[in-house]
């Protein structure tokens, strides 16, 4: 009778074969490679909820905030702590500031230069954490190389201990070097993808961020004539004026035809 596989069957050239014969090194790199991806992962979601919460911010700002009849009242609309609400009470603050400077500055520049440090200071907050996914992505594939080259070097010392590259001696070396190898690219990949994504949505949100800053900016410069123009707008379910039946205008204008007797 045939004896049976050696260790039940298992894999001798998997990955948790790779990192028995790997070593302290082989273990280590593997370990580095599974924070940076937990890390970017970790990165990700976060980002992704709080840009989301800025856009549900944003659409709140569109309606609600202008249908308000001043600006106080249409901040208490927006989310407390939220970044629309963050411009609306900087430039409050700054509209207030400006009564108290003892060296004249222009109203306008005044005004314009801190809705302008507000929106920086909401850009650099959402800018937190994409270092980290720009660094896992550019140095994940490097650190998989590392890997790949320990285990050439183990294969290579492999054939020089038995004379003979057979396929015996170097295939565990080799299948480590080559699951390392794929190990950087699982990472650097999504990390990259990230990146790229997270920084074209930031561009969105920092693009509506700006429109609304220079509206709320032309809003206090008119005293509250000049407003978006949503804000004009009849609101959402609204009535539209009665408008008279066919027939009843008909008549009516018939009646009024009618010479007097």
């Not at 927006?78 to 509209?95: E, F, H, P, S, T």
């Not at 909401?122 to 320990?150: D, E, H, N, Y």
């Not at 009843?248 to 018939?254: E, M």
Request: charged share 15%.
């Amino acid at each position: 009778m045939a004896a049976p596989a050696a260790g039940g069957g298992e894999n001798p050239y998997g990955l948790m074969a790779a990192l028995e014969q790997g070593g302290l090194i082989a273990q280590i790199t593997f370990g580095i490679m599974v924070l940076m991806s937990v890390g970017s992962w970790y990165v990700f979601f976060v980002k992704i909820i709080e840009q989301q919460k800025i856009i549900n911010e944003g659409r709140r700002a569109r309606t609600a905030f202008w249908q308000s009849a001043n600006l106080r009242d249409g901040a208490n609309k927006l989310a407390k702590n939220g970044a629309y609400r963050q411009i609306v009470d900087d430039g409050l603050i700054a509209q207030e500031q400006h009564t108290k400077l003892t060296d004249p500055i222009d109203q306008h520049d005044w005004m314009a230069n801190s809705l302008a440090r507000s929106q920086g200071a909401i850009s650099a907050k959402l800018a937190t954490g994409l270092a980290l996914l720009a660094t896992v992505g550019s140095t994940a594939p490097f650190v998989g190389l590392f890997g790949t080259v320990v285990g050439i070097y183990r294969a290579l010392i492999r054939i020089g201990a038995s004379g003979q590259a057979s396929i015996d001696a170097v295939a565990g070396p080799v299948g480590e070097a080559l699951i390392m190898t794929a190990l950087g690219l699982a990472v650097a990949v999504p990390a990259v993808m990230q990146y790229n994504w997270l920084m074209r949505r930031n561009k969105v949100i920092t693009e509506e961020l700006q429109k609304f800053a220079n509206d709320v900016h032309g809003y206090m410069m008119s005293g509250g004539s000049v407003r978006p123009p949503i804000a004009s707008a009849r609101p959402a379910g609204a009535a539209a004026p009665a408008r008279p039946a066919a027939g009843t205008a008909a008549a009516g204008t018939a009646g009024a035809a009618a010479p007097k007797a």
